[in-house]
């Protein structure tokens, strides 16, 4: 039998074709950024959740260092003001240095001053001394923390400034309840001296290895570009620091007051101070969530969607009749106040001219921090007055009503200044390139 030999055919088959070896590099690349921008977030978020938190221990300190020097509350209390306006300046000039320096030189004035003034408020012995480390405490350390890490984070997550910004605010809520509660703890246990002596330990020992991991982002900031016939960077800034102002009035007298109205609602204590947590809970939720929302729609649309609601609220605290009620509205207010706050901040972000993020930031949040204490002020004001709160939250309110008033002279000087098209690029951002798609 004769057997027949086969054929065979040889064909080459290619390869599996893999990423080119430039565009594995690429993603590597982008992976390493992305989790340097990650980290950096990280570390401006507790950061800023410690700063915030240092103003807040005046509340906790307040009632042992006038128990023992017999001073008046009120001087005490003072000290918390002394703060807020030395940081609100420092922010100022601190924002200016992180913009041509780096910003690790400049946080690490954060890092130190904090703690050495806790360490030197151990042997507190007069006034004087009390409204002195308070102020180099706002001014060169707080102040080095606020304005320039909140622009640090936006320049990591540039194409989510929103967000960023939302995450780093939400540590300060955080650290408003958390820094306060641990020095109350210390204070029961060890005492007030001895309190911010570990205070002032435990400050350095965490912030300064957190400013040394600190890096400049390797991306240009959000530079608003000065094109002929836009609009100006002055004027949208002098807009937004008055609009700043006058928010912060509204967002304060309820921030400062409400523990004293749930009391007087008849809430025991711990019941009246929980309206306060609620509030701080619901605004980290806010700060995120309405920096992602300044991402998708707009900066400008978001801050004056949160500060209509933050009005509104204001004007209703005093009718809530019961815990429940009041606590309700503590939550929603909690909400849109926070979203307001980071939406002027990516605002600011936003209008900042060529190389001063940092300075422009830190103008709108010295006009806040002032807004803060004039809201505080008035409501005990006219609590004295008219015995109720009434006039108080009804003041608080209108402050809101006139910056909305403001916000929407903003809006119509953009829309102006920046013509059809960029006007609406500008408060439509992230819809744009669809829509310039579908108009092709």
Known sequence: MKVGRQSWTYALIAPEPGPAPQARWRNAAQTDFMNSAVLMVAVCTVMVAMAFGAVGTVAVFLQPIAAEFAWPRADVAAAYSVATVATGLGGIAMGHFADRLPVRRVALFGALIPGIAFMLLSGLQSTSALYVLHAVMGLVGIGAIMAPLNRLASLWLAGNPGLAIGIVSAGGAAGQGLVPYFARYLIVTEGWRQAYWILGLLFIAVMVPLAFLLRDAPVAGNARPAAGGGPSAVRLLALLSLAALLCCVCMGTPLV???????????????????????????????????????????????????????????????????????????????VFSGAMTSFLSCAREYAPAG?????????????????????????????????????????????????LVLALLLLYVLRASGTGKGFSTLFPARLPQLQEKGS
């Open 257 to 335: 007051h409400v523990v004293t109205l749930g009391s007087d609602r008849g809430l025991g204590g711990r019941d009246a101070a929980g309206l306060l947590a609620v509030m701080m809970v619901a605004g980290m939720a806010g700060r995120v969530g309405f920096g992602r929302l300044s991402d998708r729609f707009g900066s400008l649309q978001t801050y004056i969607a949160a500060s209509a609601g933050q009005t509104a609220l204001a004007f209703l605290f005093p009718y809530a009749a019961s815990g429940a009620q009041l606590y309700v509205v503590s939550a929603l207010f909690g909400l």
């Open 356 to 404: 001063k993020t940092g300075l422009s930031l830190g103008v709108v949040m010295f006009f806040g921090w002032t807004g803060m204490a004039l809201g505080a002020w008035q409501g005990g004001l006219f609590y004295d007055i008219c015995g109720d709160y009434f006039a108080s939250f009804a003041n608080a309110s209108a402050a809101g009503v006139a910056n909305l």
